[in-house]
Each structure stands twice: as structure tokens, then as C-alpha cells.
């Protein structure tokens, strides 16, 4: 689980370097951004549980898992071109579900 948690929050510091982001800059950031992530762990629970079980699997298998189109869709036993089509649909979903907002660009008002 520790382990888990270091490789997350590594990604979400290289994606935030591609994004133009700056990385956290000390522990008060990482409390709000753990806080934040928290208060939004059931509502995103509930849009992923929406989806349909084909659009879940892909979506965990390539964003957690962090598998390839084609380890996906092999695991899966499908095209490849599937699995990116699920994929495209996935994210609209939850997103929608979570009533259009990014819940990893909110901020809590202190």
C-alpha cells in the first residue's frame, strides 16, 4: 500500500511537471492535497461505479495499472482499438457523473 501511494504521488509530480504545474513545495501542501483527494474518494467511487463493467476495467487497467492499449486489450480479450474507445468514453463518463468539474483542481477554502 506504501508502495502504492510513493508510485501515485511520483506520477501526479510528473504530471504536473508536464502540465506546467509546480510540484507540492512542502507538507501543508500534501495535508490539502491528501484532504482534498479524501473529500472526493466517495463521489468519484460512485462515478466509477456507474460505468458500464467493459469501460471500468479498461479505465483501471490502463490509468491504475498503468498497462498499455494492447496489455489491456489482451487481458481483457479485446482489439486494441477497443480498449483506446473505451478509454476515450470512460473519463466523459466520470466526468459527467462528478457534474462536469475536475475534482483534482479543487481547492478547499481554509
Not at 45 to 66: E, F, N, P
Request: net charge positive; proline share 5%; aromatic share 2%.
Amino acid at each position: 500500500m506504501c508502495r502504492h501511494r510513493r508510485t501515485e504521488a511520483a506520477r501526479l509530480r510528473a504530471l504536473r511537471s508536464i502540465s506546467g504545474e509546480q510540484p507540492d513545495e512542502g507538507p501543508a501542501e500534501r495535508v490539502l492535497a491528501g484532504v482534498t483527494a479524501e473529500s472526493v474518494r466517495p463521489a468519484l467511487a460512485r462515478a466509477l461505479g456507474g460505468l458500464s463493467r467493459a469501460d471500468r476495467d479498461t479505465l483501471l487497467l490502463i490509468a491504475w495499472a498503468d498497462l498499455s492499449y494492447e496489455e489491456t486489450a489482451t487481458v481483457l480479450g479485446i482489439p486494441a482499438g477497443m480498449a483506446a474507445s473505451r478509454l476515450s468514453r470512460a473519463p466523459r463518463k466520470v466526468r459527467a457523473a462528478l457534474g462536469g468539474a475536475d475534482p483534482t483542481k479543487e481547492h478547499i477554502d481554509g
